[in-house]
């Protein structure tokens, strides 16, 4: 099987509103995340997963490529429905897991245990969102399956006593860790957390761009409206675009010594970074 390029959006959707599965499915989301931790009351928490099974079952001959785009965030590994979910979800046809709470590799290898059956994709997305999970998180990033961390800066303001102004500055050097760690661990760019304003697009784009200057590659999204924006927002710009061919068209005619394009060097680490701009371009085509 091929795998699918990575996702620059994963839309929240809650378990107990089957009608918005489809809705979140077409919204443009890169991936879509059923919700049974917040957005589902703990009265509510059994049947949700329920109806999110039942839908599931039903979907079984559709078209994969749906169930590719679905990630289910399961409750924390310290409540009574973790086990359950994890049992219904683990070997369910679904693009992986989202663990929450993520604090330690523990729960991780429980979740690992389970992926078992044919129809797993055996991946994990957790959340970092509480000071004990910064703590582990280059050791989590290590864990097998996981694909990609994701920075839950909501919960991790609660956890630390942080206020933070709105471009949660006080956060940046959390962010930069998430960073380093990914990279140290060689997995995906992670992902940035939600913006919980969805009216003000000009603000979100500023949230945009600042995650992927930091080194994000994703965000998580709270409303349709906020899609177009992350996706948008973490592909290269006009002006990056145009700068990476001429970067390219000018090595291309290089005789191998050395280069350089309106007056400033061109070395290997400006090439890598052209090529991953072209690279960006190509991968967003296939989504």
Known sequence: MTASPLARSYLFVP?????RYGKALASGADA?????????????????RDTLADWLAQQANQQANQQDKLWVRINAADTEWYADDVRCFANA???????????????IRNIAQHFVGPRSRSRLLPLIETAVGI???????????????VFG???LQVDLGIQCEPQESELTHLRVEMVIASRLAN???PVDGVTTTFDDLPFLEHAVSRARRIGFGAKLCIHPRQVGIVNQGFLPSADEITWARAVMAAVAQSDGGAISLNGKMIDKPVIMQAEKFLRL???AQLI
């Open 93 to 107: 046809p679904i693009a992986g897991i989202v663990l929450p709470k993520a604090d330690d590799c523990d729960a």
């Open 187 to 189: 997995i995906a760019q």
């Open 32 to 48: 879509v995340i059923v919700d049974l931790e917040d957005a589902v009351a703990p009265a509510a928490k059994t049947q949700a």
């Open 15 to 19: 378990a107990n509103r089957p009608d």
């Open 135 to 149: 703590a582990q998180m280059r050791d989590i990033a290590r864990a097998q399956h996981v694909e990609r961390l």
């Open 281 to 283: 371009i190509g991968e």
């Open 153 to 155: 800066s909501i919960d």
